[in-house]
């Protein structure tokens, strides 16, 4: 199985790498639009400020590929965010994959939101075997709405859509490769998708 990693210059991305080559998979990381359209699924990690990656993105030409994918597309964290219309991080504007606005939590909790919560309501394949409740790490100022897309809420000051789904795009705003067990269920579920 062909795993692509979308690299746009972000660090900190080697333990997505690690937690596929734990589960026996090899993830390549690449930027190349040949090598991301010809693999079997793709993630889109999320790592620095929204208007910063856009314009990555945009500079390899990225942000007109990504939303025609027809595999699997795994968003993670900044990566789901930007797979929405717009995000309030830097007035930016996201790919529009999911029709939905990303809010910045007000000053009234901690931001951002550092740490284990919980996932529930969970309505997709991508969530099989992972029980509703299940603790799951985030890291994270901002938020997608809730919508009719969310397959997965968590609690932060308000119920939020913590995982989405739109044909073959998903995306989760906590952090699978970092999440111990459950984590690793999850991006088990997302290559058997």
């Known amino acids: 199985m062909k795993i692509a990693i979308i690299d746009y210059g972000a660090g900190n991305i080697k333990s997505i790498q690690f937690a596929f080559k734990r589960l026996g998979y090899d993830a390549v990381l690449t930027n190349d639009v040949e090598t991301i359209e010809q693999s079997d ?14 314009q990555m993105l945009k500079a390899s030409g990225l942000d007109k590929i990504i939303p025609t994918l027809k595999q699997p597309v ?11 219309k717009h995000t309030e991080e830097s007035d930016t504007k996201g ?27 969970l309505k997709s394949s991508l969530f099989k075997d992972i029980l509703d409740g299940e603790y799951m790490y985030l890291v994270h100022s901002y938020y997608a709405e809730q919508c009719k897309e969310a397959i997965a809420t968590t609690h932060y000051e308000i119920d939020y859509a913590t995982a989405l789904q739109k044909d073959n795009f998903y995306g989760v705003q906590f952090h699978p490769e970092k999440s111990s067990v459950a984590g690793e269920q999850l991006l088990k579920n997302f290559l058997e998708l």
């Open 95 to 121: 790919l529009g994959i999911f029709d939905i606005e990303v809010r910045k939590f007000t000053n009234a909790v901690k931001v951002p939101q550092m740490g284990w919560n919980t996932i529930s309501n």
């Open 41 to 54: 699924k793709v993630i889109f990690p999320g790592v620095g400020e929204a208007s910063h990656v856009m």
């Open 74 to 84: 795994l968003g993670i964290c900044l990566g789901m965010q930007l797979m929405c």
